[in-house]
């Protein structure tokens, strides 16, 4: 810098000092950046929901978001899903949603319930309330195990417990047809366990529900499971005392 004047010299001292400041000032930011998407969970991607078949009228996977759009398969009632994203379509919303382990396609939202969609434990109360049969039982049984802090839980847990009392009673009547006592003795196994081996047991097993049987009346009765989860989960509930009625009726009749 020997041929420089002092002015220039001064000018080039200040950009030289200018240019390392911006350098370090930008390598501090970018550092920054790093450490806070480590630290900082939201800017995570969130988890894909987890969506459940209710409605197997409407469960038909598509190729793409269209009712009238290549079918894929039709989806049983329970049948799990994760949801990635949504669009309309024909007047209906779809869900683009992933079955394991490796099929994917598209499928109309009312079709499925999940937690994250405020109003989903409304709705299948809703259409619980408007079933008939089976499906009714089936359709209670998949929103208690879907919605476990839902509002209308005790409602539901009140519900399903009526629903399988009745149910009781028809394979009461079922299997009172079909055995034949002297048949039945002549085998030499307990009279007792072959109401309890009952094949029309077998599709509430699926669901979790369990039957006792009195050995002196011959007959079945429900458990009593969701009576009792309202008594001392929901006790509060306007449903607890009717849940103690139905659980006194039931060591009554067991007695």
């Given amino acids: 810098m020997t041929g420089l ?20 000032f930008s390598t501090e930011i970018e550092a920054q950046k790093r450490r806070s998407s480590k630290s900082n969970p939201a800017r995570k991607r969130p988890a894909p929901a987890v969506a459940v078949v209710i409605d197997e009228r409407l469960a038909v996977l598509r190729f793409e978001p269209s009712l009238s759009a290549v079918t894929l398969q039709r989806m049983r009632s329970g049948r799990t899903m994760t949801i990635s994203e949504s669009r309309e379509a024909d007047g209906v919303t779809f869900y683009r ?23 989903d434990d409304e709705r299948l109360a809703r259409l619980i309330r408007a079933s008939k049969g089976f499906e009714q039982i089936e359709r209670a049984a998949l ?33 009172s047809r079909k055995f034949n ?32 049987f009195s050995k002196q009346q011959k007959q079945f009765h429900y ?21 103690g009625k139905r659980l006194a009726t039931l060591a009554e009749k067991m007695r």
């Fill in 5 to 24: 004047s002092a002015n220039k010299r001064f000018r080039l001292v200040c950009f030289t000092v200018f240019v390392l400041c911006f350098l370090t």
């Fill in 97 to 119: 949603v992933q079955l394991p382990p490796e099929k994917s396609g598209w499928v109309q939202s009312e079709a499925v319930v999940t937690i994250v969609r405020r109003g």
């Fill in 143 to 175: 929103f208690l195990e879907t919605f476990q802090t839902s509002a209308y839980r005790p409602a539901v847990l009140l519900l399903i417990g009526d629903l399988l009392e009745e149910s009781a009673a028809k394979l009461t009547r079922e299997a």
């Fill in 181 to 212: 006592e002297s048949e039945m003795q002549a085998s030499g196994a307990p009279i007792h366990s072959f109401y309890q081996n009952y094949v029309g047991l077998d599709r509430y097993r699926k669901l979790g529900v369990n039957f006792v």
């Fill in 223 to 243: 458990d009593g499971a969701s009576w009792r989860e309202v008594v001392q989960k929901h006790s509060k509930s306007a449903e607890s005392g009717e849940a």
